[in-house]
Every structure is written in C-alpha cells, then in structure tokens.
C-alpha cells in the first residue's frame, strides 16, 4: 500500500487565494479526524481489559492479578518502544499504512489469546498485546509532521489519548454490564474499533506529502540512520536529557491516572459509572486541544518552541493547585480530576506536538520527530514499568497513596526540569534569534 500524491482529498480547482485557504482548511478537517480516529480506535485495542477488576483470580506472589496484566501489557509496550527508535525513525512513508494495519491485527489477536489461555497464564499473552501497540503513534505521527499545520493535527491526534481511554473503557464496562465476561470482553471492544480502524488509516493514506511551503517553513522530514540519531542526540544532550526526565515523571503519572481511574475514583468517594470516565476526559481533551491548536498560528518557529515550554510550565502550574485544592478541601473529586488532566496533558502534549516539530524547523537538522519522541517514550514508558514492577509494595493496597504522590512529583519536579531544559536551549547557538524561520 504506497500513500497517495494527489493534491488534496479535496479537489478544489485554481489556486485562488479563498479557494487555496478552503482546501488548506479541507486538508487540515481530513488529517486531523484521520489521525483521531485512527489513534482512538488503536485504543480499542488497548485499554478495554483494564476497567475489569478481575476480583476472582489470587494474587501471585502477594501481587493482585490485575496489576500483573497491567505489568505485562505495558513492559511489551516499552520494548516497542525500543524498537521503534530505530522502527520509526527509519520508516519510509510508503509502508507506513500496512505496518499501522498489520501491528493493530496482532494485538487484537494478542486479545483473542487472552479469552482462550487460562489464568493466570494468559497474562504473558497481554505481553504480546503491547508488543506492536507501542510503534502505532509514530507510524501515525509520520502522516501529519513538518506541515505549516502540524501543531493543529498533531493536537488532534493528541486529543485522542486524552479522550480515547475513558471511551474505550465505557464500552468494557457496557458490554460486561451486557453479560460479557470480563476475559472476552477485551477481543470483543478491539473487533469493535478494529473495523472503523481500516477507514481512518485509508484516509492517513491519501494525506497529500508535505508541498513546497511546507518544507520551507518547517523543514524537510526524513527517514534518519543510526549515525545521524546519535549526533542529533548528542547535539541538544543537556536539553533532551531534562525534557526526558520530565516526560518520564509525566508518563508513570498518566499511566497510573489512567490504568487505575476505577480505583481512583473510589479512593475518592465516587462511584464512578461509564459517562463519568468520558465526560471528564473528554473536557480535558477539549481543553488541551483548543490550546495547542492556537500554536500553528505562530510562523516563528523559535517563538513558538519557547511558547510551549511556556505553556508546558503553566501546565504543571495548574496541576499543583489542584492537589493544592484537594487537600484543602475546596476542589471536588471531578474538577480534581479534569484539572490534574489539563495541568498533566498540556506539558505532555507539548512535547507531542510542539516541542520537537519545532525545533527541528528551526535548526533545520535531519530527521523526524518519530525519532525524538520515541527517545523520550522508551524511557517514560521504562520508568512505568519499574513503578508497577513496585505498585503492590509502595501501595500498601490502595493506589491513592501512590497516585497522589506521583502527582506531586511530577508537578514540582516536572516544572524545575523544563524550566532549566527552556535555559539550556536558549543558550544553545543553533536556537538563538539569528536562525529563526
């Protein structure tokens, strides 16, 4: 399957101005809700076995049953993670639709091996559920990068895993509310989004490549090899190693919020039915995505990188003053939750969206922002694994210890590391004002 080269998916005639900023408005519409869907569809395949409680199975070894699923799906995910440094800074575009196709369909089988594999054994198999799940993102990503409206389709893309997971685990619950058990619920949820999957990845498909105006403004994106990744790396190291450490303590505390929102939401006394995990992921998706989408108004590249640090910064700002609220007494558990959701998604987002698009369309360097993300998701995604490795230990039997810990964590020490990775870029010569864009 080869990505098509026609102009627009909306033919639109001469290039007037009205007309040329009608199908640039067009181009944007169709990217955008193509890489939603496809990404909040790999969702489907993902997140539905972890609103299951699974209270009939023992523990193994003093650690509950589901914290062992979590464990094995997420250590499968964080090798493919790994892999995809290379996997998807090497991509070329033409393969990018069968590879996102053919690694969905293994984890949807992954899930079928789930239902048939007895527990506690069938746990190993969510391993090779999280396997192929982990390079979805790039290969996604790679469709909508190094256009003059990346941030806003990457912020759509984005957008879907603030809202996706709450969907995806409504649908568990109701088809387990229909009598559904909870081992075969997954495969069935994953055959649900996997059908709508293969329409939205035939639309990444016939995303026009990046034109001319594009390439000028933002760079030329390009399958990069192992020589160029490590200079690349070692070129920004004081930055990429803070921005690292930040998004690591970002990702072991969205994973906790997320894997464990049932548990949450009872450790705040709220019984929490289906609508309650849309509804407020949901407005954090809204939120977080009106945001970032205003950055693709900024031309200037260098402006527009700093803006997001900025932004990142207000971000953790915002999830200190919930907690704050919490234990004060003065913010309730739902407007905890969404506030914490925006303060924890507008760094993260940052650095889906803008951070590394950014920079390299103003330092001109080679290579793609599939590489440099998945630098900085390998080891967020390891840094997870260890804290679920220890979940069972740190605590105690509830996860509320351990959640808001994570949270206060993140939100103090994520605001120090971005703040001193924002100095280390300002005074590096390829970021200074003489080389904007």
């Not at 979590?70 to 790994?82: A, D, E, N, P, R």
């Not at 407020?280 to 939120?287: D, H, L, M």
């Amino acid at each position: 399957m080869t990505q098509t080269t026609v102009e627009s998916p909306i033919q639109l005639g001469s290039p007037s101005p009205g007309r040329e900023k009608l199908r640039s408005l067009g181009l944007f519409l169709w990217a955008a809700v193509a890489g939603f869907g496809a990404y909040f569809c790999m969702y489907g395949v993902r997140e539905p076995f972890k609103v299951a409680k699974y209270a009939g199975i023992a523990p193994v070894l003093g650690v509950s049953f589901k914290s062992i699923l979590l464990t094995s799906q997420v250590l499968g995910y964080t090798i493919s993670k790994f892999f995809g440094i290379r996997f998807i800074a090497e991509m070329k575009p033409e393969r990018r639709a069968i590879a996102l196709i053919a690694l969905v369909a293994m984890a949807e089988l992954a899930l079928v091996g789930f239902a048939v594999v007895p527990p506690p054994w069938n746990a190993a198999v969510l391993f090779l559920n999280g396997l192929p799940l982990g390079m979805v993102f790039g290969l996604v990503m790679g469709f909508l990068e190094g256009r003059r409206q990346s941030e806003a389709m990457l912020a759509a893309l984005c957008s879907s895993f603030v809202a996706a997971p709450g969907v995806t685990k409504g649908v568990g619950s109701w088809l387990m509310a229909n009598h559904i058990s909870q081992f075969w619920m997954p495969s069935l949820a994953g055959l649900i989004f996997f059908l709508p999957l293969l329409g939205f990845v035939w639309a990444l498909n016939h995303i026009p490549r990046p034109d001319g105006k594009d390439v000028r403004a933002r760079h030329e994106r390009e399958p990069i090899g192992s020589r160029d990744r490590w200079a690349l790396f070692l070129k920004y190291a004081p930055g990429f190693t803070l921005v690292m450490v930040g998004y690591l303590l970002l990702t072991v505390l969205r994973s906790v919020r997320g894997d464990f929102a049932a548990e949450i939401w009872d450790g705040l006394g709220v019984k929490a039915q289906a609508s309650t995990f849309a509804s407020s992921e949901t407005i954090v998706a809204v939120v977080t995505l009106a945001l970032f989408a205003t950055l693709v108004f900024i031309r200037n590249n260098r402006v527009a990188f700093f803006a997001s640090v900025l932004m990142s910064t207000l971000g953790f700002a915002i999830g200190a003053f919930a907690l704050f609220g919490l234990k004060a007494g003065w913010i309730k558990p739902y407007p905890f939750i969404v506030l914490l959701g925006i303060g924890m998604y507008l760094p993260y987002m940052a650095v889906h969206t803008t951070l590394f698009e950014r920079l390299l369309a103003v330092t001109r360097d080679k290579g793609n922002i599939g590489y440099l993300m998945y630098l900085v998701d390998s080891f967020g995604y390891l840094g997870y694994v260890a804290v679920m490795l220890c979940e069972s230990y740190l605590s105690h039997g509830s996860v509320m210890p351990l959640f808001i810990t994570s949270a206060w964590l993140t939100m103090v020490g994520g605001m120090l590391v971005f703040l001193l990775a924002a100095v280390c870029f300002s005074l590096h010569p390829a970021l200074k004002p003489a080389k904007q864009i």
